[in-house]
């Protein structure tokens, strides 16, 4: 089993940023997209953003131009740059990576969730 290790989390006033990361040490990314979602209390978990293997990035359009994705292959090791941020953003943040198996095939691990709350 595959234990993820997640940071970045916490409370900030609106307007402020933050930066989550998230990752598989001793593990090598596979070739399918990884991403970050949320999920907000009462509501659905939606997709914040997501990012290729090689490096093509997708964005919702509530966070489009304020976050930026990013990662890592050396360091297997994804990122969520959060600027401007809003009261809206509050929620909890998951990660979803996709991870190489032994065989060489995909497995997808979620991320146990971070915490972000923004005050206004």
């Known amino acids: 089993q595959v234990q993820l290790v997640e940071s970045g989390g916490g409370s900030v006033q609106a307007g402020g940023s933050l930066k989550l990361s998230c990752g598989a040490p001793?593990?090598?990314?596979?070739?399918?997209?990884m991403g970050w979602y949320r999920q907000a209390p009462g509501k659905e978990r939606e997709l914040v953003s997501r990012i290729g293997m090689f490096g093509t990035t997708t964005y919702a359009d509530s966070v489009k131009g304020r976050f930026t994705i990013s990662r890592d292959n050396a360091k297997t090791t994804i990122y969520l740059q959060m600027n401007s941020l809003k009261s809206e953003d509050t929620a909890e943040y998951y990660c979803?990576?996709?991870?190489?198996?032994?065989?060489?095939?995909?497995?997808?691990?979620w991320g146990q969730g971070i915490q972000v709350t923004v005050s206004s």
């Open positions: 001793g593990y090598s990314f596979s070739n399918c997209d």
């Open positions: 979803l990576l996709c991870i190489s198996g032994r065989l060489g095939n995909p497995y997808n691990y």
